[in-house]
C-alpha cells in the first residue's frame, strides 16, 4: 500500500473514532463506509485507488475539530494556548482583593465625608460579575456579526479600555463604571469566544477544553498580583504608614501599566487562536439538533437544577474567597500578613490548575459524580474549619482545596451547558453565569449579616450545608 494511502486509511480511522464509543466501532465504520469485510491485504492497485479517494473525500468534508489531521493539529493546541493567554487577563479581576489597599482615599467611599466603615470600592467585583453576565449575553450577537476570534479581541481589548479610562478618575462613582462595569462587560464579550473556537476543536473533549482555558482565568488573580504590586508598590510598604501616601500617587499609573500589559497578552491570545477551516460556527446557534431554542433551554428542568446546585456551591466557595484571611487574622498562630498573603497565591494556584483536573475528570467521570465529589468534599472542610487554626500548614491546605473547589464550578459549567443542551450550550452558558453573580452578591451580603452576629463558625456550618444540598440536589438530574 502506497504511503499516502495509509495516511489516508488513518486519518479516516481518526476521523470516526472522534464518534465512536471505541476503536472497534471505529473500525467498522470504516470497513461498512467502503464495503470492506476485513482489513487483509489489498493486491490491486483499483481497490487501494478507490478506497483513498473515498477516505480523502471524506476528509475534505469532515465537520470542523471532528478530525486533527497533522497540519491542525498545532492550530489546536495554539487555539488552547491563545485562550489560555487571554483568560490571563480577564481573570485579573479576582486581584481587587489586593489591589484596593493601594486605592487612595478619594476613591473608598461615594460620600467624601465618609472615611470610615467598609469601603464602597468593595463593589468593585459584585459589580463587574454582574456586568460580565450582561457581556455574555451580549457576545453572540457580536460573534454572528465579527467571528469569534475577533469577539475575543473585543471584548478584551473592552476591559483594557475600562481599566485605563479608571487611571484618570477621581470620585469613586466613574471609577466603578469604567472598573467594573466596562471591564466587566468587556469580560463576558470575550468570555466565550476561545471556549467555542476549543469545542470546535476537541468536539469531544469539552471538559478539558474548559479546565485548560479557564485554567488561565483561575490563575490570573495570583499572576497579576504580583505584577501589579510590583508596579504599584515595589517596596512592599506596609499599609498605615508615611510613606505609604506614595503608594496611593502610584495607584493611577498602576492602572495603566496593567493595561498595556494586558493589552499585549489580548493582541497575543487573539494571533494564536484560530477557527477551524469549513466550519460553519461563526457563533453558537440559537437551535440545537433536537430543536430546541435557547429560550426553551431556559425553561427546563435541567437548567434550573444546574443553576441552584452552582448557586448553592458557589457561594460557598465565594464565602472562602473574601474570609480566609479575615478568619485568619482573628487566631494568634495565623495572624501574619505574609502567611495570609502566601494563603492566597497559593489559594489561587489551585484555583487555576484544579480548573484543569475538573475539567478533565468531567471528560471522565460526567457532570453529577463529579460535582458530588465537590460538593461534599466541601462541606467536609467547611465543617471542620475550626481545627485547622492552630497549624499554618493544615489551615493553608483546607483554604488551597477550598479554593480549587471553587475553581470547579466555573471549569465544569461550560462543560455540562455543552453536554446537556448541545450546540446552543455556550449560548445557555451565558445565561446559566448569572448563578455566579448571584452567589457573589449573596455570599457578600450573607458575609456582613451573619458574620456579625453569629461568628464564623456559623456562617461555616451554614455554607457547608448549602453545599451539601447542592450536592444531593444534582443527584436528580437525568442526563450526565
Not at 466557595?317 to 487574622?329: A, D, E, H, P, Q
Request: net charge positive; with cysteine; glycine share 14%.
Amino acid at each position: 500500500m502506497r504511503p499516502t494511502s495509509i495516511v489516508a486509511l488513518l486519518g479516516c480511522l481518526y476521523y470516526n473514532s472522534a464518534s465512536a464509543a471505541s476503536p472497534f466501532e471505529a473500525r467498522g465504520s470504516l470497513l461498512r463506509q467502503y464495503k470492506l469485510t476485513s482489513v487483509s491485504p489489498l493486491h490491486h492497485d483499483h481497490d487501494i485507488d478507490a478506497i483513498e479517494t473515498g477516505v480523502l473525500k471524506t476528509l475534505a468534508v469532515a465537520p470542523a475539530g471532528a478530525v486533527a489531521t497533522t497540519s491542525s493539529a498545532p492550530e489546536a493546541v495554539s487555539t488552547l494556548v491563545g485562550g489560555f493567554t487571554t483568560m490571563l487577563t480577564l481573570g485579573s479581576v479576582y486581584c481587587w482583593g489586593n489591589f484596593i489597599s493601594y486605592l487612595p482615599p478619594y476613591l473608598q467611599y461615594f460620600s467624601s465625608t465618609t472615611t470610615t466603615g467598609p469601603s464602597d470600592a468593595l463593589l468593585v467585583v459584585p459589580l463587574s460579575m454582574c456586568f460580565q453576565f450582561i457581556g455574555m449575553l451580549l457576545s453572540p450577537k457580536i460573534q454572528a456579526s465579527f467571528g469569534l476570534q475577533n469577539t475575543m479581541l473585543i471584548g478584551s481589548l473592552t476591559m483594557s479600555l475600562g481599566c485605563y479610562l479608571a487611571s484618570y478618575q477621581t470620585t469613586l462613582a466613574p471609577f466603578l463604571f469604567f472598573y467594573s462595569i466596562l471591564f466587566g462587560t468587556g469580560i463576558g464579550m470575550a468570555y466565550t469566544s476561545p471556549l467555542i473556537m476549543g469545542f470546535n476543536w476537541f468536539p469531544t473533549r469539552k471538559g478539558m477544553v474548559s479546565g485548560v482555558v479557564l485554567a488561565g482565568f483561575g490563575l490570573g488573580g495570583f499572576f497579576f498580583n504580583k505584577i501589579g504590586s510590583g508596579f504599584g508598590n515595589p517596596l512592599g510598604l506596609e499599609a498605615g504608614s508615611k510613606a505609604f501616601e506614595g503608594v496611593y500617587d502610584a495607584f493611577p499609573t498602576m492602572l495603566r501599566k496593567l493595561s498595556m500589559v494586558y493589552l499585549g497578552m489580548q493582541v497575543v491570545g487573539w494571533a494564536l487562536c484560530k477557527v477551524p477551516k469549513g466550519s460553519k460556527v461563526g457563533a453558537s446557534p440559537t437551535v440545537n439538533g433536537k430543536g430546541t431554542t435557547v429560550g426553551a433551554a431556559l425553561k427546563t428542568k435541567e437548567f434550573w437544577i444546574i443553576w441552584s446546585c452552582i448557586v448553592l456551591s458557589a457561594t460557598a466557595g465565594m464565602n472562602t474567597v473574601s474570609t480566609y484571611k479575615l478568619f485568619g487574622m482573628t487566631n494568634s498562630a495565623l495572624r501574619n500578613d505574609a502567611y495570609l498573603g502566601l494563603v492566597g497565591g497559593l489559594g489561587a494556584c489551585a484555583n487555576g490548575f484544579g480548573r484543569t483536573g475538573w475539567g478533565i475528570g468531567l471528560d471522565k467521570l460526567g457532570f453529577k459524580k463529579l460535582f458530588v465529589i465537590l460538593t461534599f468534599a466541601q462541606s467536609l472542610i467547611m465543617l471542620t474549619m475550626g481545627q485547622y487554626t492552630g497549624n499554618r500548614v493544615a489551615y493553608g491546605a483546607a483554604c488551597m482545596a477550598l479554593f480549587g473547589c471553587f475553581g470547579g464550578n466555573f471549569a465544569m459549567a461550560p462543560g455540562v451547558c455543552s453536554r446537556v443542551f448541545g450546540e446552543i450550550g455556550p449560548r445557555v452558558y451565558g445565561y446559566m453565569f448569572s448563578a455566579f453573580g448571584v452567589a457573589a452578591i449573596g455570599g457578600n451580603a450573607l458575609n456582613k449579616i451573619l458574620l456579625d452576629a453569629f461568628g464564623y463558625k456559623f456562617v461555616f456550618n451554614l455554607m457547608a450545608l448549602m453545599s451539601a444540598l447542592g450536592g444531593l440536589l444534582v443527584t436528580q438530574l437525568k442526563l450526565v
